[in-house]
């Protein structure tokens, strides 16, 4: 496509400088011009056997990131668009990199989020606007290409080079890698494969059951009870007050012990915690010294009489800042935290739960 569109464009060009030089169309003059101009585009055209099926991969996926306009980890209708052109493990990486960045924009609103902006797909953090060329590098056949990019948003253009790694997956050969080439302050180093499995191991390490304002683990609150269950890997077993009651409680065997999910009809509304070990994104969990936590948080905290353990007890609520209606709501008896909870208004300030 890319070459194809190059020699439209050369023709066209060819044409006018033909018609310029001998005047017009009825010029025998310009019949000669014409000829040695299809000669040469013949010429050119029977050259693009010369380009491998590696190189047209390659050309064709970066045209691809150029016309998608793809920053930070790509969304799911720009990995369709590169999909063709990548291995099915860099495809999984990219998409579990887009998860990632979904789950800590959420995790942390006042924080940027991994994988947020930026070319992944090139030393260049803006990235390039055209692929100058792709070469094979010596020695290597067809398993690494040498790509030459230009950023034309600068005077003069900027140029560099970067490598890319393929492997073979259908007997079409797909991109596996890419080897960063920029040498520059905060160019992009090391490989993407690299990076990402970096950092997916760097969250994998984190305890993967923290409790979050919209959350805990994969589950979110407003998502539905299948979605729920399939990334759990495991059904919901839903206790309603009475039968075609729209509030239950619903528990599984894939959650840690101690902790629940409120629904409404069919939506995940809120999250409980009634055991040690299930900490907040704070860091503040069951058995937490109350004063303790009132030193933590300070003045981020409303601190309300307990309905059943006050004057002594309290509740410490604790609302998102950047998401309105969700909240998060520590019960204590006077000294520690008993339980504690968090999800959407109102179902998060029920004091028992569906009942």
């Not at 299948?226 to 077993?237: I, V």
Request: hydrophobic share 40%; net charge negative.
């Amino acid at each position: 496509m890319y070459r194809k569109s190059l020699l439209a464009s050369l023709y066209s060009r060819m044409i006018k400088r033909c018609k310029s030089i001998n005047g017009s169309a009825g010029n025998s003059g310009y019949w000669v011009c014409l000829v040695l101009l299809l000669a040469s585009l013949i010429f050119a055209g029977c050259s693009e056997s010369s380009v491998s099926p590696a190189q047209s991969t390659v050309t064709r996926f970066y045209q691809a990131t150029i016309d998608t306009g793809a920053t930070g980890a790509p969304s799911p209708k720009e990995l369709a668009v590169m999909a063709p052109y990548l291995s099915t493990e860099l495809q999984r990486l990219l998409f579990e990199a887009r998860a990632l960045r979904k789950s800590e924009a959420r995790a942390h609103p006042d924080e940027k989020p991994p994988f947020a902006d930026g070319d992944l797909f090139s030393s260049l953090f803006e990235g390039p606007t055209r692929v100058v060329g792709v070469s094979e590098v010596e020695g290597a056949g067809e398993r690494v290409l040498a790509v030459e990019f230009a950023d034309e948003n600068t005077d003069p253009p900027f140029n560099w080079t970067d490598r890319v790694a393929l492997t073979e997956e259908n007997r079409q050969p797909v991109i596996a890698d890419v080897i960063y080439g920029g040498d520059w302050p905060f160019a992009n180093h090391g490989s993407l494969r690299a990076n990402l499995e970096a950092a997916l191991a760097d969250a994998v390490e984190q305890p993967p059951w923290v409790l979050r304002f919209d959350g805990i683990g994969p589950v979110r609150v407003g998502m539905s009870v299948p979605e729920a269950e399939a990334l759990l890997g495991g059904g919901l077993h839903i206790e309603r007050v009475e039968e075609g009651e729209a509030c239950g409680q619903a528990g599984s065997t894939e959650l840690p012990d101690g902790v629940s999910l409120m629904v409404d009809g069919n939506t995940i509304v809120r999250v409980d915690v009634g055991t040690s070990g299930i900490l907040s994104m704070d860091g503040i969990g069951v058995g937490d010294d109350e004063t303790g936590v009132l030193a933590r948080l300070g003045p981020r905290l409303r601190v309300e009489s307990h309905p059943y353990e006050g004057p002594e007890g309290h509740n410490l609520v604790l609302d998102a800042t950047g998401a309105q209606g969700l909240r998060m709501i520590f019960e204590t008896d006077g000294q520690v935290i008993t339980r504690y909870r968090s999800g959407r208004q109102p179902e998060v300030d029920f004091i028992e739960g569906c009942l």
